[in-house]
């Protein structure tokens, strides 16, 4: 007991300590962030001058009035190319994961565990190393300068398929005999018990995945030279350099193209919480 005793008063000091550190420091990360958004609101005369201004002192529009009916830049063009990319790309990542997740989970079968730690070792690889030979193969089947070339080689997720496998491990198999039991078939099965209980893990691998596609830069450099099959990323870094004396514009472009992001964030992030708190993974 009095070990125990000992042992909270420690507990809840490291807890008092960590807390304003951790506050401190997200903070810090959400400076630029927050800088970028209120200068946004600001003209290129007040951004400039120094001393700076945190938040703006004139509050204008002008400057997404501006790049929203720029002629040069047509962000519906680039936001339709991005949702789809994007869209598509979650929904078949998140179905081909939670399937393979799950099967490797429940069943058992020749060669599972070697296919399984295969695939794991397929998140070693770093990206860089398959850029030419995906690159020559698209070639091949006539996909550069195609939406499909970062929607079919996206169709798998060694990582997604790792993840829902420790989800799905959890799922009590008493339930999935129960559903047999009472003539449901496997797919069933999975579409109507499992798909409910990995829904935390559903929320938090497509909010990654959405990321990641959304803000997707080198690939979609390589592969889509076209500008009307261009994605955001490309053509900001391309609005930037265009407009690199006028910091104001650069501001509303960027945060025209990461709200969507945030948007999505807001609508699933108590799914991301407890999914990560489940998993146990780490940012």
Partial sequence: MSSLSHSRPRRKVRFNFAYPVLTIGSLIALL?????????????KEIRQVPPTFAPEEFTLENYDRVMNDKDLPLGLFYRNSAIIAGVNVVQVLFTSSLFGYIFAKYEFKGKKMLFWFIVSLMMIPAQMTMIPGYLILAKLGLINNLLALIVPA????????????????????????????????????????????GPALATFGMLTFMANWNAYLWPLIVLTEEKVRTLPIILTWYSNQMAEKTNLTMAASVLVILPVLIVFLFVQRWIVEGITLSGLKG
């Avoid at 039991?181 to 099965?189: L, S, T, Y």
């Fill in 32 to 44: 630029p962030f927050v800088w970028m958004i209120l200068s946004s609101f600001k003209n290129l």
């Fill in 155 to 198: 169709a798998m997720d060694p990582f997604g398929i790792f993840l829902f496998c420790q989800f799905a491990v959890s799922i009590p198999n008493e339930l999935l005999d129960a559903a047999r039991v009472d003539g449901a078939g496997e797919f069933q099965i999975f579409r109507k018990i499992a798909i409910p209980q990995l």
